[in-house]
């Protein structure tokens, strides 16, 4: 069954420092997408992303975020500067194009971000 | 109020016992939901979609009302495997791309 994979699993970084975290969707989905939860918290959306554009974003998807997909498989999220704040499980899903039926975005396992 | 609502349990209950989930959420143009199920430190997985006249998936029963916003989840004859946290999830339309928002879970714990 195919799945959303990313990398890395685990990511520890010092506040104030780049990251970025990778995803690569389900090979025929087109629409993109990157969520956050924090401990114990609800999962939230940050943004979509549907050819090489970003449809929709949250407010807390701030200038310190961008989205990107380098080539024809990788999907990244990028933190300019860390906060301690960002400390949370980020989560990539995918979903087809299909006019009509539901939308359904299948998660991949996500990557947890510590900010020390 | 929140967008998406939910008790948060816990619900602890017996093998073999029936258990109703309840959801409520605010904004009345939202087209589609879902439940998705969440184990501990795990991605949020797709249990079912729910449809407005209902939908079944084995022990598994799913109901929307529009009217009231209100969405359940019924599960009968609970598995050990059924513990996890069911969350309750809205998108806005029906379009694809667009964010789907949640609810904060229901926990459930079955025991033998």
């Known amino acids: 069954e195919p799945e959303v994979t990313q990398t890395p699993s685990h990511q520890v970084t010092q506040m104030g420092q780049e990251v970025i975290l990778r995803c690569v969707p389900i090979?025929?989905?087109?629409?993109f997408y990157w969520y956050r939860q924090i401990l114990g918290q609800k999962v939230e959306f940050l943004v979509s992303?549907?050819?090489?554009?970003?449809?929709?974003k949250s407010e807390i998807f701030d200038d310190q975020f961008s989205v990107e997909r380098p080539d024809g498989s990788n999907f990244t999220l990028k933190i300019r500067s860390t906060k301690l704040e960002d400390s949370a499980m980020y989560f990539c899903a995918s979903s087809e194009r299909s006019l009509g039926a539901y939308n359904e975005q299948f998660f991949g396992p996500g990557t947890r971000l510590t900010v020390l | 109020r929140k967008e998406v609502e939910q008790d948060p349990g816990p619900f602890n209950v017996p093998e073999g016992a029936t258990v109703a989930f309840n959801c409520t959420y605010s904004n009345s143009a939202s087209q589609s939901f879902f439940w998705y199920r969440q184990d501990c430190r795990k991605e949020p997985k797709l249990l079912m979609s729910?449809?407005?006249s209902g939908n079944e998936d084995g022990r598994f029963t799913a109901q929307l009302n529009r009217a009231s916003q209100y969405i359940s989840l019924l599960i009968r004859d609970s598995k050990l495997s059924d513990s996890a946290t069911y969350l309750c999830?809205?998108?806005?339309?029906?379009?694809?791309?667009?964010?789907?928002?949640f609810g904060k879970g229901t926990t459930l714990s079955v025991s033998s």
């Open positions: 729910v449809y407005s």
């Open positions: 992303f549907y050819n090489n554009e970003i449809s929709e």
């Open positions: 999830v809205v998108n806005r339309n029906h379009q694809a791309g667009t964010a789907l928002i």
């Open positions: 090979s025929n989905h087109l629409y």
